[in-house]
């Protein structure tokens, strides 16, 4: 039989159709497309797909479940290695990670692994009183300590998740009103829907014991010293990730008009501004936006700006095509929606009127230099190449930084010259006694799964920990 050298595509929403909804833009094999797709995978000895999954699913053994027709059991097995299949299977970095080393990928394209791996999880919560079956069998009533958990991002999920599991009375601190992080405020729901995939994921685990407090700073309603003396909580697990709005410090950044994209979208998905009136939250968006910066972030911002009702969105980025750190995928999406990618160019000023609105933002033409520390080549200005760009919005979203409350009120928790918390890399143990850390707080902004992993390693750590200390 002749190898299919293409993935099966996979429905999408039509770009003309989506620009005007916020639905989610890929629509998810069918049982059909995803049995065709499995039929792709050789089941290589040497499966070199799982070497670039930063928690090593069995790739061969979940996709061999989906040809049978197991789809339980292939949701099953990926859930031996990943808490958050629905989630990952949707925005994690495939293409840099498992089937970038996918063997298929050599001649032809690699198998769809994050597309079967989205399918199975999306069947398993259709069919949910299956699924509780298998999740039951990992559940355990020994154990009763309390451990606290700072932050609901997926570093903070996934270790709850895995801690209830082992039995423990695990409570999750969350600052915002609503629980999952950077999943709940910041992409939007055209990537990632919350009331059915991020609810689901977190009432599961509310269903596994896990108690949740929203509205709950940490840093300004407890200390962890209170939590640790005072509440009788044995462990803490700091997953505050990065939410800290980096700014360019050029002339007009504090100009009306002038968003970090953790605003905008906090706005957009959290506030539900794009349900307005029906959801009181304001949000200024205009004719015109440019949107700074080359990441995720910078893409889920223009494409929420443009369903937002902005005619036409700027995508201001100072190095080329081939550095845009975004997902290929989004970068794709957002090209097919008509955004207007403006590469190697860099804002040197934000222009404003009398009445201190933005009109425009002035930018500079770049070149490729030398390469940096990293191995990417430098931008570098070429003089004199200045040009306007007339907009009534900007979106900055150049980077995040840690969120320093927990740090600034815990000073025997040793921190690095960026503020991240320094914990260590295979059991996320602190300095301080009795508290682990992991995720975006600990390596900088980075991605979901490596968060979920770090939340997974910690709650082993914690579970060795606390076994060894009360001798269970
Ligand atoms: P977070 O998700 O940031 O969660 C931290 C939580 O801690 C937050 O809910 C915060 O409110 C809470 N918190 C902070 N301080 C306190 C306190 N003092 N007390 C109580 N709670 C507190 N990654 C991908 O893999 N693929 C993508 O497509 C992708 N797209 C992205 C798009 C956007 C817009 C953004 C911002 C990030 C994106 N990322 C993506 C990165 C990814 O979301 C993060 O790496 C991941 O969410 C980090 O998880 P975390 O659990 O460490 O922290
Ligand atoms: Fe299947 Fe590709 Fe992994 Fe081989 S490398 S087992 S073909 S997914």
């Known amino acids: 039989m002749a190898l299919v050298m293409e993935k099966y595509k996979m429905p999408e929403q039509d770009p003309k159709v ?68 629905a989630i990952c299977g949707r925005v994690c970095p495939q293409e840099n990670q498992c089937e970038k080393y996918c063997i298929r990928g050599i001649k ?43 932050g609901s991002g997926p570093s903070g999920l996934a270790c709850a998740g895995d801690l209830a599991k082992l039995g423990y009375d695990v ?14 405020y910041g992409i939007p729901e055209f990537r990632l829907p919350k009331e059915k995939i991020v609810k689901a994921e977190i009432d599961n685990l509310r269903k596994m014991g896990v108690k949740i407090e929203v509205n709950s700073v940490i840093g300004k309603l407890f200390t962890i010293d209170d939590l640790l003396d005072e509440y009788d909580f044995k462990a803490v697990f700091v997953a505050t990730g990065a939410g800290l709005p980096h700014f360019m410090n050029i002339a007009g950044e504090n100009l009306n008009g002038v968003y970090s994209s953790n605003e905008f979208l906090t706005r957009c998905n959290l506030m539900k501004a794009y349900r307005f009136p029906e959801y009181a939250t304001p949000i200024k968006v205009g004719e015109t936006v440019a ?22 969105v700027y995508i201001i980025y100072r190095r080329s095509e081939a550095e845009l750190p975004a997902r290929q995928e989004e970068v794709e999406h957002a090209k097919e929606e008509g955004i207007d990618f403006r590469l190697l160019n860099n804002p040197v000023e934000i222009l404003g009127d009398d009445k201190g609105c933005v009109v425009g933002i002035r930018c500079i033409r770049m070149e490729l230099g030398e390469s940096d520390s990293t191995g990417r080549r430098r931008p570098v200005a070429i003089l004199n190449s200045e040009f306007d760009l007339p907009v009534d919005t900007v979106v900055i979203a150049i980077g995040q930084g840690p969120n320093p409350l927990v740090q600034s009120t815990t000073p025997d928790m040793q921190t690095n010259k960026k503020g991240n918390i320094i914990a260590d890399e295979e059991t996320c143990k602190t300095s301080k006694e009795g508290v682990f850390a992991g995720g975006d707080i600990v390596t900088g902004a980075a991605t979901v799964i490596l968060a979920m992993g770090a939340g997974k390693k910690a709650a082993k750590a914690i579970d060795e920990y606390l076994k060894d200390k009360y001798k269970k």
């Open 18 to 85: 989506r620009i005007h909804n916020f639905d989610e833009v890929a629509l998810g094999y069918t049982k059909e497309l995803a049995k065709l797709e499995a039929n792709r995978c050789l089941h290589c000895k040497v499966a070199h797909c799982r070497k670039g999954c930063p928690v090593d699913i069995d790739i061969p053994a979940f996709i061999d479940k989906i040809k049978q027709g197991d789809f339980i059991g292939a949701e099953a097995k990926i859930k031996e290695s990943s808490s958050l299949p």
């Open 108 to 150: 032809g394209e690699p198998v769809a692994i994050g597309r079967l791996e989205r399918f199975v999880a999306d069947y398993c919560m259709e069919n949910t009183s299956e699924v509780k079956k298998a999740d039951e069998k990992f559940l355990s009533t020994e154990n009763k300590l309390k451990v606290a958990i700072i």
């Open 171 to 184: 409570t999750i601190f969350e600052a915002l009103h609503t629980a999952g992080g950077v999943l709940s």
């Open 291 to 312: 949107v700074v910066g080359g990441g995720n972030v910078a893409m889920d911002s223009a494409r929420t700006a443009l369903r937002l009702g902005a005619k036409h």
